[in-house]
């Protein structure tokens, strides 16, 4: 009996894939809980953060069919490959934005301009390091904190580095409430983060039903490699703005966002397999990433503060973080970084001038990379 049961427990061990686990797997494993527990505990961006976490735990999972060709995951990381997934967030997301704080203070889009200084510093450095053209400019668009972004440009440009960067993008945009705060307040002083903006002006409705469709205009005629993504991210906002078609708006920025971003993030983490995933360009990746971010952060704060000096202190050098692209997540972190100050500054509204201007530097950054080096 002994004989034939220990023949049969080895065949069961065997089939179960406990046979197969590599340290990779464990790490990688070990990855995905402790994007859990940022997501979880820490509430650092759950949205992104759970679904990540929870699907590269099962991508390392040794006989999980869910990633492989017919899985589920690997069904949703069709409409990444496919760039179905990502206009359709900037669709979500158009319809829950206000582009009111961008219009009613134009000269805030420079912030937006300065803030995307990393995606180049970036690129130089990716270059440097051995990557190629192609490879370098889809890493540095990382810093652009723009995660459709950086999908869709990767996959025209090094879509063989698409794991890696997908989930460095939407990781880093996780832990802007990490990575941007100690940049903020090491380049400021506590005068600069105790100055309170005036009140914007007032945008009228036919100021934001016009802004779309003047700029889904301007995009297609001057930035046709990046259109599919600002297009609907114009769409989803003239569906808020015309106020005629309410439940399309709320189903594109509630329901369909909601849905879309699942899909994304569970077919995101899906591809953080120890065998693809661990490997030293992963960690330049990684590495370069941050750098962008670091950068972005800081040349938007610094040129807030020469803002600032040149309007005779108007402006809070805190709102030139939010230039990077994340919406409305960096917008957010100027605004907790000035109630941490004072609580009687809000922030939020004035923040989202550039954030949402940083969109619109991330597309122009990304179609002018797509228009010299996509093939």
């Not at 945008?203 to 039903?209: F, T």
């Not at 205009?217 to 001057?222: D, Q």
Request: hydrophobic share 50%.
């Amino acid at each position: 009996m002994e004989t034939l049961f220990i023949p049969l427990l080895s065949e069961l061990l065997h089939q179960t894939g406990l046979s197969d686990i590599t340290p990779g797997n464990l790490v990688m494993i070990m990855t995905g809980l402790i994007l859990l527990y940022l997501g979880i505990v820490k509430k650092y961006e759950p949205f992104l953060l759970t679904g990540i976490g929870f699907s590269c735990i099962v991508a390392n999972v040794p006989g999980s069919t869910l990633t492989t060709e017919g899985g589920l995951f690997w069904y949703a990381y069709q409409g990444v490959e496919k760039l179905i997934l990502p206009p359709l967030i900037f669709l979500g997301v158009g319809a829950m934005t206000d582009f009111g704080p961008m219009i009613a203070n134009p000269s805030l889009v420079i912030l937006g301009a300065a803030a995307h200084l990393g995606i180049f510093v970036a690129l130089i450095g990716a270059n440097i390091l051995g990557f190629s053209l192609g490879e370098s400019a889809s890493i540095g668009i990382i810093g652009g904190a723009d995660g459709p972004m950086a999908i869709y440009t990767t996959m025209k440009l090094a879509p063989h580095l698409l794991p890696q960067i997908s989930v460095a993008a939407y990781s880093y945009m996780a832990l802007m409430p990490l990575i941007q705060p100690p940049i903020m307040k090491l380049l400021t002083n506590k005068k600069e983060r105790n100055i309170m903006m005036k009140q914007p002006r007032y945008v009228s409705r036919l100021e934001k039903i016009a802004f779309p469709i003047v700029m889904a205009v301007i995009v297609n005629i001057f930035l046709p490699p990046v259109a599919p993504l600002i297009t609907m991210l114009m769409l989803g906002n003239l569906l808020r703005e015309c106020l005629v078609v309410t439940k399309l708006a709320e189903t594109a920025s509630n329901t369909l966002l909601n849905i879309v971003t699942l899909i994304l993030t569970v077919a995101i983490g899906s591809t953080m397999d120890a065998r693809t995933f661990l490997t030293p360009s992963t960690l330049l990746i990684i590495v370069l990433g941050l750098v962008a971010f670091a950068f972005g952060t800081g040349s938007g704060v610094v040129c807030a503060k020469v803002m600032c000096y040149l309007t005779h202190g108007r402006i809070n050098p805190l709102i030139g973080s939010a230039g990077i692209a994340s919406v409305p997540i960096a917008a957010r972190v100027s605004h907790l970084v000035g109630q941490q100050e004072n609580r009687r500054i809000f922030l939020l509204m004035h923040a989202m001038g550039p954030n949402l201007a940083g969109v619109f530097g991330t597309a122009i950054s990304g179609g002018i990379m797509l228009a010299l080096l996509a093939r």
